[in-house]
């Protein structure tokens, strides 16, 4: 689920197994989504994009599903390794390029040894 | 350099004190993005130039700050009296295109604490 402040939703992970990271968006108008990594002490890190048109795109060990009917983003991170802890932040453009990025919350995964 | 720079990594200010953060993009970018973000939360939208002028204002939350990018590459981001609620991380990115629709590569931002 969602939460504000301090309290970023949090996935726990074993090492080797899969992840998925749930982001919800609002704007049905936005058509192009990132998906970025921060750890701690550095700027977001771009890992995957998709555009609107798309509804799967796959990358390496990562693939973004969108769900336009229920504005629905995921993140799937496949054999999930101790690198992989940080938080992870869902962007969207809204009006074609016009504007700038606008991030979601984020979720922040650990992933246990 | 080869990625995106900010200056300083940190910064402690006093309550009503004017401070400066510099950003340097990735040569050649000529898209350039100021956000910032809290403790918990996700980066905030501030600013965005083309150039050297300033294509979206619109995120500045209010008139003690302000930002310039005078020659189409380095940007400083300034804040006049500043208060506590403005302490945060100062994020800066810079694109080949506008508005973010390439890859936005992003600075370790600059660590504002107002005391």
């Known amino acids: 689920g969602e939460s504000v402040g301090l309290h970023l939703p949090t996935l726990s992970v074993q090492e080797g197994d899969n992840s998925i990271i749930n982001c919800a968006y609002s704007n049905s108008a936005s058509d192009y989504f990132i998906w970025y990594k921060q750890e701690s002490g550095k700027g977001p890190q771009f890992i995957i994009d998709?555009?609107?048109?798309?509804d799967k795109r796959q990358g390496q060990r990562v693939t973004v599903l969108l769900n336009k009917t229920v504005k629905h983003l995921s993140l799937q991170i496949a054999a999930t390794q101790p690198g992989d802890s940080a938080v992870y932040f869902c962007?969207?453009?809204?009006?074609?390029?016009?504007?700038?990025?606008?991030f979601g919350k984020g979720t922040r995964l650990s992933v246990i040894a | 350099g080869a990625g995106v720079s900010q200056t300083p990594s940190n910064k402690v200010t006093e309550k009503g004190k004017y401070v400066e953060l510099r950003c340097d993009p990735i040569s050649g970018h000529t898209a350039l993005y100021w956000y910032r973000q809290s403790l918990g939360q996700g980066p905030e939208f501030l600013i965005y130039?083309?150039?050297?002028?300033?294509?979206?204002d619109s995120g500045l939350p209010n008139d003690r700050f302000f930002a310039v990018r005078p020659e189409g590459s380095v940007s400083t981001l300034k804040i006049q009296r500043t208060e506590r609620g403005d302490s945060a991380v100062y994020l800066c990115?810079?694109?080949?295109?506008?508005?973010?629709?390439?890859?936005?590569?992003f600075g370790q931002g600059t660590r504002l604490t107002v005391v």
């Open positions: 990115a810079s694109s080949n295109q506008g508005a973010g629709y390439t890859e936005a590569f």
């Open positions: 962007a969207e453009i809204r009006n074609s390029g016009n504007t700038p990025l606008v």
């Open positions: 998709i555009r609107s048109n798309m």
């Open positions: 130039f083309q150039g050297t002028g300033a294509a979206d």
